[in-house]
Each structure stands twice: as structure tokens, then as C-alpha cells.
């Protein structure tokens, strides 16, 4: 139910149009969001007992970087950096495609990268504190999210708030992301097909609807299936996305913009200069056409592997 209801209003938001729909009740949830995790944040540093967990999150322990591998730690960190950005599957890029002139986009992406970075710190804040403080340990991936923190909060003082309000975040949070996602899948199919804006929302509608079920049932009827490497349907399909779509797209963006087979660097960094802000400079050419490709290559395959 809760899944049918995400998915139509996030296709209901869509359908209003971008500036009416999409941007104007994003800007409400990401200011209501922000409040939020600062509070919880600041919450989470004065529980008893969560001191260790600032160490364990604040702190580096190289000794266990090298034990689990200074290059798949590597690997997860730029991983995470596709996940969080979106920056593969056409979500932050759909949005970029619907900017003015105003400001450069170099400037845009510096102010996006710093905020969602802070954004990040403040998540890490709320949850390791928690975990030690608790005698919880923290999972890695969606687990962490549905099985371990609502151990936290059942022991928590004002649990029932702290979890209520925890969750409201972490649906803000996830409506900003589908919302982007469906806008991309909109707009393609309107670019691609010529549909219009109300059958384009229909029709994905209905595919994601059929798509997401599996989902759904991941955690219980379909609980005892596993594919990749043992995961089940959620973690699969989080891998899939983190460690094949994101960097694969991010890649195929890439070479996109700096090789003559699409775009050219040179259209390429006439459109990121435009407006006022900070400039792209025009040495970082050999960086984009040869190390940054090769870099993004090596992620994918580690990720893979």
C-alpha cells in the first residue's frame, strides 16, 4: 500500500510540471528535512554511551582500512559518491538540463557536493552514536535502515517520536530522490517518443507500479530468495544500481561530453561556463578525456569484482 501510494504521488508531483510540481514541493521537504537531521544529530551527541561511537564513525583506523582493502574502501567511497549524487542514472543530470544561464554549472556543482556532504556528516551523526550507545551494531545497506535503527528507537527514550521523526526524514529524503528519478524517466520517454507530460507519468506509472513489487516483498514472501553473491531482492538491486548503473552511466556521460563521438569537449565546457560563478578551466581537458575515464573504469570493475 505504502509503496502504491509513493509511487503515485511521486508521478502526481511530476505530472504538475517541474517548477509547479517537482521544484516547488522539494524546496519545502529538503528545508523541512535539513531541520530535521540537524535535530537528530544534536540528539544523537549527548546520548550516554555513544561516545564510542564518535570515534568509531570520526576517528581513522587505518589497520582496518588495510584489512578490508585500501582499494575496495576506495571503491565503496566513490560508489557511495555516484549513489548519493545520482549522478549515473540521469537524476541530477535531468534537472541540469532545465537550469537557466544564470550561473555556471561549475559553481552549481561545487555548492551541491559541499551541501550534500554536509548533509552526509550529519546523517553518520545520527546513527553511529545510536548504535553504541545501544549495544547495536551498525549494518551496512538497506538493513541498516529497516532492521537495525527500529531496534534503536524501541530502547530509546521518546522512541516513538524520535522514530516517527527519523522516518519522516528518511521519506523526504527518498521522495526527493524518486521524484528526480521519475522525472527522468518523463522526460525521456516525452524527448524519445514525443508523448505528452500526462502520458508519459501514465504509462511509467504503471511500469514502475509492476517493477516495485518485487521489493516489497523482499523482506518477506520472496525473504528466502537470494541472487547476487547471496544478497536478497533489495540488496541485489542496490548493488546492481551502486556498482553497475551508477558508475556505468557516469562513464557513458563522461565520454559523452569529451570525445568527438558525442558531444566534444569544447561544447561541452562552452555550456558549463555560461552565467556568472566559477569556470571550469580549460587545462582540466586531458583529466576529463584520459584519467577521469580510466578512474571511473577501475571503480566499475572493483565494484563489480
Known sequence: IFMALTVFLGFLVCGLGLHNGVERITKVMMSCLLILIVVLALHSLFL???????????????????????????AAAMNQAFFTL????GALE??????????TLTG???????LDTFVALLSGLIIFPACFAYNVHPDQGPSLIFITLPKIFTDMTAGRLWGTLFFVFMTFASF?????????LI??????????????VLVNLAIVFFFSIPCVLGY???????????????DSEDFLVSNLLLPGGALVYLLFCVTRFGWGFDNYIKEVNKGSGMKMPR?????FQFILPVLILVILIRGLM
Open 108 to 114: 552549481e556543482a561545487v555548492r551541491i557536493t559541499a
Open 94 to 103: 535531468i534537472f541540469g538540463s532545465y537550469m537557466t544561464d544564470d550561473f
Open 48 to 74: 550516554k554511551g555513544g561516545e564510542p561511537g564518535l570515534a568509531f564513525y570520526l576517528l581513522p583506523d587505518w589497520d582496518r582500512a588495510v584489512e578490508a582493502g585500501l582499494g575496495n574502501v576506495a
Open 220 to 234: 518477506n514472501v520472496l525473504s528466502g530468495m537470494h541472487f547476487i553473491g547471496g544478497r536478497d531482492v533489495l
Open 176 to 184: 526527493s530522490t524518486v521524484t528526480a528519478v521519475f522525472e527522468n
Open 86 to 89: 545520482s549522478l549515473g542514472i
Open 283 to 287: 587545462w582540466m581537458k586531458p583529466y
Open 187 to 200: 522526460a525521456c520517454a516525452m524527448d524519445n517518443f514525443g508523448w505528452s507530460r500526462k502520458k508519459s
